[in-house]
């Protein structure tokens, strides 16, 4: 199903889409409402899809009540176990973001929950300590269903982390970016743009330009661009150092100006207060936009001797010296390399733990942030306009499973596939990209051309049995 038959959704979203709340309030700073901490998701609470309420008052869907979901958190090691429930008269998936996930867990959209069912996924917790996120991936409806809400945290924890003794508790702030098409009259809906959409009011934890407070000294700010289309450029009066990302701890510290990012990708970042005295209102800002995201009150903090690390993580250095294996073409709104998604359709195959390079390209007129499932990379330089030199910016360090290719620009990353064979996804997470079929199908295997094969098979006519198992 194309985006225009996700679209058929749409009066029905519409429909009650209308504010309950103060106009003033969403649709410019006016009295900035409090930031909203998304509670934890117990250990044997289902997670159920269904129509929820924003904290301004308008409607939308979320996960058990909450726009943002309740955030889920999980040990390395530990086996992720969780019962989906679908109470919205739709179908749905739920993509766990991030994770190393066996293909039949992934929440790929062959993967569909009916209206009116539910899913159990259990498998272990392979990797390292990071933010993840889970959100919907049905083909065809995935923007409309994000948009208006579904979407969560997913925090892995592990002993390397907690050694750090990271800003937390009142400190740490986890932070989900998106923007909203609110109009004059309070009405919140959704006219899809099929270069990817965009609204004119930021919305942090499902509230409109909200505030919060933080002690003095410094901050924890885990950050999530929750968005469909919009490229967040974060700032801030206060000093920020970037330690991590979508794959968690990058090596060192980064201090940054300025921070690009894309939809679907996490930043990890240190926010320095201890040069502000209490009462003082700090801003983390859009400066493309000219929005102030969120304003932070500098309150009074007991005095901490604490410091960034010099060194936060030891990690592996992928090596690759020649040519790239694969090249992707990002096309017009839909095509990669020419093709549009078919669901049934498998475009390649790649061989279970050999590190090849792959090359992201924009051919035209757009950003697009890349997202590969099953794995993380490591990104490489590339090309900018002009033979310019592609940087590797300093969030983009590290394991990654997104990368914010912009216009005319080519990336290298380096990939290894090492968890688990299966089929999984490449995609523009520009989810009305997504949904028009900027969206490939591919198989990992350690006999690559059997494993397409057998997966071209599966996606025909069900899972089949093989000698070897």
């Known amino acids: 199903m194309g985006l225009m038959g996700g679209t058929a959704l749409l009066t029905g979203f519409l429909a009650y889409g ?62 992720f176990t969780r019962r989906v429930e679908n109470l919205m008269d739709q179908p749905t998936t739920v993509h766990w973001h991030g994770l190393l996930a066996p293909t039949d867990m992934d929440g790929q959209p062959h993967d569909e929950i009916a209206a009116g069912t ?15 996120w889970y959100h919907p991936h049905p083909h065809g409806a995935a923007a409309i269903q994000a948009w208006h809400g579904l979407a969560g945290l997913l925090v892995v924890e592990d002993d390397e982390e907690a050694a750090l003794g990271l800003p937390s508790g009142d400190s740490e702030l986890f932070l989900v970016l998106r923007d ?49 289309a919009r490229v967040f ?11 991590g990302n979508d794959g968690g701890l990058i090596d060192t510290p980064q201090p940054v100006d300025e921070i690009e990012v894309g939809p679907a990708e996490r930043v990890d970042v240190i926010m320095d207060l201890r040069g502000f005295t209490p009462g003082t209102k ?50 017009d709104n839909e095509k990669i390399n020419d093709t549009v998604f078919d ?25 697009h942030p890349v997202h590969v499932h099953g794995t993380h990379f490591q990104v490489q330089e590339g090309t900018a306009p002009d033979d310019r030199v592609r940087p590797v910016y300093p969030w983009e360090r590290g394991w990654k499973d997104t990368v914010l290719v ?49 997966a071209e098979l599966e996606l025909l006519y069900g899972p089949i049995c093989t000698s070897s198992g």
């Open 18 to 79: 209308m504010s309950r709340g103060g106009t003033e309030a969403i649709t410019a700073p006016g009295q900035r409402q409090i930031l909203p901490r998304p509670r934890l998701l117990t250990a044997n609470e289902p997670l159920r899809a269904g129509k929820t309420v924003f904290p301004d008052g308008h409607d939308g869907f979320g996960y058990n009540g909450g726009i943002p979901g309740p955030t889920i958190r999980i040990r390395r090691g530990e086996t």
């Open 118 to 132: 539910v899913r159990e996924y259990s498998f272990p917790i392979v990797q390292r300590a990071g933010l993840n």
């Open 180 to 228: 909203a098409q609110v109009d004059a009259g309070g009405v919140f809906g959704y006219i899809a743009d099929i270069a990817g959409t965009q609204g004119g009011v930021p919305f942090v934890n499902g509230a409109a330009w909200p505030r919060t407070a933080l002690p003095r000294g410094f901050a924890r700010l885990r950050i999530l661009n929750g968005a469909n």
């Open 233 to 243: 450029r974060l700032g801030s009066e206060a000093p920020l150092t970037v330690i």
């Open 282 to 331: 700090v801003g983390l800002t859009c400066n493309a936009a000219g929005w102030r995201v969120l304003e932070i009150q500098v309150t009074e903090a007991p005095y901490s001797d604490w410091e960034i690390p010099e060194r936060l993580s030891e990690i592996e250095t992928l090596s690759h010296t020649g040519e790239p294996d694969r090249t992707f073409v990002f096309q």
């Open 343 to 367: 669901m049934k359709r498998i475009d390649f195959a790649v061989p279970f733990g050999r590190v090849e390079r792959w090359r992201f390209a924009s051919a035209r007129g757009a950003p």
């Open 406 to 454: 912009r216009t005319h620009e080519t990336v290298d990353v380096l990939v290894r596939f090492d968890a688990y064979e299966g089929r999984y996804l490449l995609h523009c997470h520009k989810l009305e990209h997504e949904d028009h079929g900027m969206m490939m199908n591919f198989v990992v295997g350690r006999n690559p051309e059997e494993a397409m094969r057998k």
